[in-house]
Every structure is written in structure tokens, then in C-alpha cells.
């Protein structure tokens, strides 16, 4: 068997940082995606119920997470898998016949929390991402 040249090891060694720098890539696109899209649920909640102290809250975990502080992925995780489940709740047993517009909402609500917790939870480009900001 032959072993690899000097010349193809540095080869393999720049196509694996190629794609690392891919993945983290990837991974900021989607943490921040997943963290803006937080803030402005956020913002239009603190407009209906005028709460700032709320929106103050989540503007900072939301920063937090594009920072990797890595307690704050798993509540971001745990609290879009909880929402899920409430808004499927709220669509299947509370409300009876519902407008439609609610029903596409709470439907695009489950979605996009069952969407953020697997991103969370298990995409390697949010890991190497996160890996990444925190430990620089």
C-alpha cells in the first residue's frame, strides 16, 4: 500500500480546512438566522404586550447564542421544542374553529421551533460554528 506524498497530505489538509470554513459558514448563516428571526418575534411581542423587559431578555440571549454560549443553544433548543408542542396544543384542542390566519400562523410557529431545535440540537455546521465563537 502506498503511503500518501508530502505534496497530497498538504492537499488533503487544505481541502479539510476548505470545508471547515464552509461549515462555519453554514453555521453562522443559521445561528443567525434562528437569533434574528428570535428578535423580531420579540420585538412584535413586546409592541402588542409593551413589554421591554422581555425584549431587552431575549435581545440578549440572542446575542449570547451568536456568541456560543453554549447553555444558551440548549435553552434556545429546549424552548423551541416546548413551543412546538404548545402551539400544537393550542391547534388541536384549544382552539375550535379557528380563523385561517391563525391556523397558518400557528402551523409556520411549529415549523420554524421544530426547524430551530433539530438545527440546534444536531447540525454539525451549528456546532463548528458555535465551537468556533466560543474558543475563537
Same mark, same amino acid.
Given at each position: ?55 431587552? #431578555?431575549? %435581545?440578549? =440571549?440572542?446575542?449570547?447564542?451568536? *456568541? ?6 440548549? &435553552? !434556545? /433548543? ?23 390566519? #391563525?391556523? %397558518?400562523? =400557528?402551523?409556520?410557529?411549529?415549523? *420554524? ?6 438545527? &440546534? !440540537? /444536531? ?14
Amino acid at each position: 500500500m502506498e503511503s500518501l506524498t508530502h505534496r497530497e497530505k498538504e492537499q488533503a489538509f487544505i481541502d479539510f480546512e476548505n470545508r471547515q470554513k464552509k461549515r462555519v459558514v453554514l453555521g453562522k448563516m443559521i445561528v443567525m438566522l434562528i437569533a434574528s428571526l428570535n428578535v423580531m418575534l420579540a420585538i412584535m411581542s413586546a409592541i402588542a404586550n409593551f413589554n421591554l423587559f422581555a425584549l431587552i #431578555i431575549q %435581545i440578549a =440571549l440572542s446575542l449570547a447564542l451568536f *456568541f456560543g454560549v453554549t447553555w444558551v443553544r440548549y &435553552l !434556545f /433548543a429546549v424552548g423551541a421544542a416546548l413551543g412546538s408542542m404548545l402551539n400544537l396544543y393550542l391547534l388541536m384542542v384549544v382552539i375550535s374553529e379557528p380563523p385561517v390566519w #391563525i391556523i %397558518i400562523f =400557528l402551523i409556520s410557529n411549529i415549523v *420554524f421551533n421544530i426547524a430551530s431545535c433539530i438545527l &440546534l !440540537f /444536531a447540525n454539525k455546521c451549528v456546532s463548528e460554528f458555535l465551537y468556533a465563537q466560543k474558543n475563537g
